[in-house]
């Protein structure tokens, strides 16, 4: 089984900055891909920004985000970070970290998920 704590939410003004943080932790051989995603009231779960580590490193962004957000991972620390500056109000949401994860017994990634971190931009 694999855990995902998510820390570094809270309240912030417009413009300012959070940094997220998420460590997956368990029976991990690799994992494939580490992301964030989010979900606002009366709203369905989007993706924020995916990474992957696979040799090469490949990112992708919402485009709502794109500019303002940054994903990076520490793969020797099972932990992936988000760095989200000049917050909007419509920022405001539970932010999720997924992972895809290898077990040694399997030859596919399962997926994860965290129990979400709330992120609120107001003033």
């Known amino acids: 089984q694999v855990q995902l704590v998510e820390s570094g939410g809270g309240l912030v003004q417009p413009g300012g900055s959070l940094r997220l943080s998420c460590a997956a932790s368990?029976?991990?051989?690799?994992?494939?891909?580490m992301g964030w995603y989010r979900q606002s009231p009366g709203k369905q779960r989007e993706l924020v920004a995916r990474?992957?580590?696979?040799?090469?490193?490949?990112?992708n962004y919402a485009d709502s985000v794109k500019g303002r957000f940054t994903i990076s991972r520490d793969v020797a620390k099972n932990t992936v970070y988000l760095q989200m500056n000049s917050l909007k109000p419509e920022d405001t949401a539970v932010y999720y970290c997924?992972?895809?994860?290898?077990?040694?017994?399997?030859?596919?990634?399962?997926?994860?998920w965290g129990q979400g971190t709330q992120v609120t931009v107001s003033s």
């Open positions: 997924n992972a895809d994860v290898y077990s040694p017994s399997s030859s596919f990634p399962n997926a994860y």
């Open positions: 368990g029976t991990i051989f690799s994992i494939y891909a």
């Open positions: 990474i992957i580590s696979d040799g090469n490193t490949d990112t």
